[in-house]
């Protein structure tokens, strides 16, 4: 005698796999999302790095400045450095504990830039272990646009005491008492090999997964709805 089917079963399979199908779809569909942004992010950054450097954005261009408009852009500027408002920020490094040496640069037209210029270690902090650049002083490097944003696990900046912990512009030279300060900063590119800070060492290589990610998670929708179709055609067949 045949048997019937098992709609409770069956409702309760198919619910499930249709919400398998539909997650592992989604998630496909957002790495291949990311992909085309990440695949675009490396075209545009190896497309400015190697370009000759143009005049740093002065504040008529300031509102208009983005991560897609401007950032890695080479830009060169000239100024004195205020060497008295430099800030360090935390970063791990090759050497363990490490700081970025962020240092206002005062323009001529009264304008103030920070200049990124490099990594230092932990013993290497204090201003007094290294030389100070005087007099007019000339930067190339590329412009990064404001780390407003910390990571989910990131520690906020403290400006009361001066401990910072992502390059969030707006926070550092409000603390300083900057006026008339640009929304960006300049990695300064290397200057002296030998010397601290260590300039150069802005990231520029960016790993690329996301199509391994986007097959991966297609293949498990793709394994959920064979299993539901299995399941499907053994409760036909009782």
Do not use: C
């Not at 969030?168 to 030279?173: A, L, N, V």
Request: a neutral charge; proline letters at 7%.
């Amino acid at each position: 005698m045949p048997r019937t089917l098992r709609w409770p079963r069956l409702i309760i399979v198919t619910l499930i796999a249709l919400v398998g199908i539909a997650g592992f779809g989604a998630l496909g569909i957002w790495q291949v999302q990311r992909l085309h942004w990440k695949t675009a992010l490396i075209e545009r950054v190896e497309s400015r790095i190697h370009a000759e450097p143009v005049p740093a954005p002065g504040p008529a261009e300031w509102s208009g400045l983005s991560a897609e408009t401007a950032e890695y852009r080479r830009v060169t500027l000239r100024g004195h450095f205020l060497n008295a408002d430099e800030v360090q920020i935390y970063t791990p490094t090759e050497w363990g504990p490490g700081y970025w040496v962020l240092t206002p640069l005062a323009r001529d037209d009264g304008t103030v830039v920070m200049i990124n210029r490099g990594l230092v270690p932990e013993d290497r902090k204090n201003p007094a272990t290294r030389p100070a650049p005087e007099g007019a002083q000339t930067v190339t490097g590329l412009l990064r646009i404001s780390e407003d944003k910390g990571w989910l696990f990131s520690r906020d900046n403290n400006p009361a005491a001066r401990l910072w912990y992502r390059r969030d512009i707006g926070s550092i030279t409000a603390a300083l008492g900057l006026h008339d300060a640009a929304p960006y900063f300049v990695d300064q590119e290397l200057t002296d090999p030998e010397g601290w800070p260590l300039g150069g060492k802005t990231v520029v290589a960016f790993r690329n997964a996301h199509l391994s990610y986007a097959l991966t998670w297609f293949g498990l929708a793709a394994f959920v709805a064979l299993a539901w179709g299995l399941v499907l055609r053994s409760e036909l067949r009782r």
